[in-house]
């Protein structure tokens, strides 16, 4: 005997969710835009972060999913209205001695894996948003897995009249 891990309730469709085959197409085009536009890096498979996006008058809201990520690890760059979130793999290699003979103070004794079935995830995403983004203004929040970013839209200059001769 096995079980699918089915519901009912999850195979309904709901008016406020965006379809599950829209999510993968999605996911799909990102997934190969980075594959083949070098958003991911060679020889490591990158996850698609979940997200959601919420637009206000000033700014843009960014919520991502990094389970597993640490602080140090998130990369985010911003280049025009084009928003790329990064991490890196974390390092397994246990610490090395900092000078000679003086070994380091918060130095573990060296394991080596048995067996392993949890990995270190590496996340890539880029989103491009329909305005500039104000690198200046904007700020990003990281707690317990999750990256909020608050992008500040970017004002267009002013718009100048002419006088009428």
């Keep these: 005997m096995f079980v699918l891990p089915l519901s009912r309730a999850a195979l309904a469709p709901r008016a406020d969710v965006v379809p599950a085959f829209g999510t993968a197409l999605d996911r799909l085009f990102d997934e190969s835009f980075d594959r083949y536009f070098g958003g991911a890096r060679a020889g490591v498979e990158a996850r698609t972060p979940s997200m959601d996006v919420s637009e206000s008058d000033a700014s843009y809201t960014i919520v991502l999913d990094v389970p597993g990520s640490t602080r140090d690890q998130l990369k985010v760059s911003v280049e025009g209205r084009r928003v790329t979130l990064t991490t890196a793999a ?33 996340y ?42």
């Design 90 to 122: 974390a390092s397994e290699t246990p610490v090395q001695s900092q000078g000679e003979g003086q070994p380091a103070v918060d130095a573990k004794p060296a394991t080596r894996v048995l067996y392993r079935e949890r990995s270190a995830s590496v």
């Design 124 to 165: 890539s995403r880029t989103i491009v948003l329909p305005t500039e983004v104000d690198q200046a203004a904007s700020q990003a929040k990281f707690e317990n897995g999750v990256l909020t970013l608050t992008l500040a839209k970017k004002v267009p200059a002013g718009a100048t009249q002419l006088s009428i001769a």
